[in-house]
């Protein structure tokens, strides 16, 4: 499981969450990509995701994440949908991660950034939860989204 407190950064400690330090694209399972029946594009924006409504046929899918905003913005997936898990007003780092919450990591604007998972049927809930430099998050921004498996 990849550490969602890193989404920000590139190494951790002080200013990792600083959304105004542009983020390098990581993709996520290029070893899958080849394998990919679909591609879904999806545009991140400051501070949305376009389309928000996203739909895949169960296998293997790759998204291309096209960075559009001026921050730094993750596509980050929770299993059986719902809300963000929040603990004392953040989100729930813990929590997401036992939901089996996987994501391609925060990268900065002007990018594209690719992230190949094998997905099983069901509803997940799209967000960021990179914090602006006001201390809000963007999925507190209105930064979700909604990804339909079948
Ligand atoms: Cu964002």
Redesign the pocket.
């Known amino acids: 499981m990849l550490p969602l407190a890193a989404c920000a950064g590139s190494g951790g400690g002080p200013g990792a969450d600083d959304a105004s330090a542009p983020a390098e694209c990581r993709p996520v399972g290029a070893d899958l990509a080849a394998q990919a029946a679909a591609q879904v594009p999806v545009e ?1 924006r400051d ?1 949305s995701f376009s389309p928000a409504d996203l739909e895949a046929r169960a296998g293997v899918v790759t998204f291309t994440a096209r960075n559009l905003g001026r ?4 596509l980050a997936f929770l299993p059986g949908g719902g809300d963000v898990p929040v603990a004392k007003g953040r989100p729930d780092e813990g929590a997401l991660e036992r939901a089996g919450a996987f994501e391609l990591e925060a990268f900065g604007p002007g990018q594209a950034c690719q992230a190949t998972y094998d997905l099983k049927p069901g509803t997940y809930t799209l967000f ?1 939860i ?1 914090t602006s430099s006001d201390g809000t998050t ?1 999925y507190d921004k209105g ?1 979700r989204g909604r990804l339909v498996v079948q």
Do not use: A, G, P
């Not at 921050?71 to 993750?74: C, G, L, M, Q």
């Open positions: 991140l501070f921050e730094n913005h993750e960021c990179v963007h930064m």
